[in-house]
């Protein structure tokens, strides 16, 4: 059985797909896309939202016989539906099968430049493009950029807002991470982080998700949250509301770390002096490429980097992790939220990031044996 036909199984063993994947192909190019259901383990719940299961776009990119996987996971945040970013994608098909895939940088920029938004599904189809080059060459992505794999840091485990008693129950789920990732922003802060200490002394790092709105209510919560081995704090306020940020940026006690307020490689130097550091997601910024960009920025303006994600498969999460040796943090996690993940890729051991070594992404379907 071949990687695509065991790429096929996988997907069955799935939910079933929102849409059927659409396919063409030119010669021996093909591009196919699918919306498949992720199910979570446990209700995910943040300032924003609430779910059991998310869509995400997977895109498949196949010459010379070799096929590249690609991820995007659309969130409500962005304005963007797996649906829509299916369509972003079909709408630059003739593009994709024309194009050498050796000059990717060069298509993508064509499709930042023809296709509005979507980034989520342009990290899709940027991920497929790097995977299929890696195979072609041989390497994993991580060689291609010139990385240590052992320079891979600890990841976070999140725990999404929930009462006390589940909120315990989650920490104790997650007694093999090192730090823990805990989601805030509502009135029941200091509840969710009474029943974390509850159970544990580990490391904390907080995400408010823009949910504090008074930046006076914010710079206490956070000043209280320094006394409780908070590392740092995420996105304490609206992403437009730089103003009351860099107010509190001035006199917080913790590091603040910068995620709504950036999605682009652009947006990073008017961050300068409002935040500590930044929170690169490929499916934010759409794709590798343009997260690798936005690290080596804001390292420049010596910020502090995190690769971070969506809840996604190990696909993305794999792709997201094979640059995480340049950043300081990392919070790749996605996949270990869900319960039907097709793929096998990057591992966590002691909480540590374990990267593959087989070319490209280096990533096997959940069914296959090496």
């Known amino acids: 059985m071949n990687r695509r036909d065991l790429f096929r199984a996988a997907a069955v063993a799935v939910a079933p797909a929102v849409a059927g994947p659409a396919v063409a192909g030119a010669g021996d190019t093909g591009f196919e896309t699918e919306i498949v259901r992720l199910k979570l383990r446990h209700t995910w719940t943040t300032v924003m939202s609430s779910s059991e299961y998310r869509d995400v776009l997977y895109a498949r990119y196949t010459r010379d016989g070799v096929t590249g996987h690609g991820e995007g996971a659309p969130i409500v945040r962005y304005k963007e539906d797996a649906k829509a970013a299916q369509a972003a994608l079909e709408s630059v098909r003739p593009l994709v099968l024309s194009s050498d895939p050796w000059e990717f940088e060069k298509l993508m920029a064509r499709v930042f430049h023809d296709v509005p938004g979507a980034n989520a599904a342009k990290a899709a189809l940027d991920i497929a493009l790097m995977d299929w080059a890696g195979q072609k060459l041989g390497v994993p992505l991580y060689r291609w950029f010139g990385l240590d794999p052992q320079d891979a840091p600890v990841t976070t485990f999140s725990i999404g807002i929930d009462n006390p008693a589940v909120t315990r129950d989650k920490v104790r789920e997650a007694a093999p991470y090192a730090v823990l990732k805990i989601k805030v922003g509502l009135d029941t802060d200091e509840a969710t982080i009474a029943a974390v200490r509850s159970v544990t002394d580990k490391p904390l790092r907080v995400d408010a998700n823009e949910g504090w709105t008074n930046k006076e209510t914010a710079l206490r919560k956070i000043e209280w949250l320094a006394k409780q081995g908070v590392e740092f704090v995420e996105q304490p306020m609206p992403a437009d509301r730089l103003d009351d940020i860099r107010w ?31 929170n690169v997601k490929l499916d934010k910024c759409g794709g590798i490429m343009e997260a690798y960009r936005e690290i080596q920025i804001a390292k420049a303006l010596g910020m502090k980097t995190m690769l971070g994600c969506m809840i996604s498969s190990s696909c993305t999460v794999t792709a997201a992790a094979h640059l995480s040796p340049l950043v300081d943090y990392a919070d790749l996690d996605g996949n270990l939220l869900i319960a039907n993940d097709p793929w096998r890729g990057v591992i966590v051991e002691h909480g540590r990031l374990v990267l593959p070594d087989r070319p490209g992404l280096g990533l096997m379907a959940a069914n296959e044996h090496e």
């Open 248 to 278: 509190i940026h001035q006199r917080t006690p913790l590091p603040l770390i910068a995620d709504e307020s950036v999605l682009h490689p652009a947006d990073i130097p008017r961050l300068q002096g409002v935040f500590d550091g930044i």
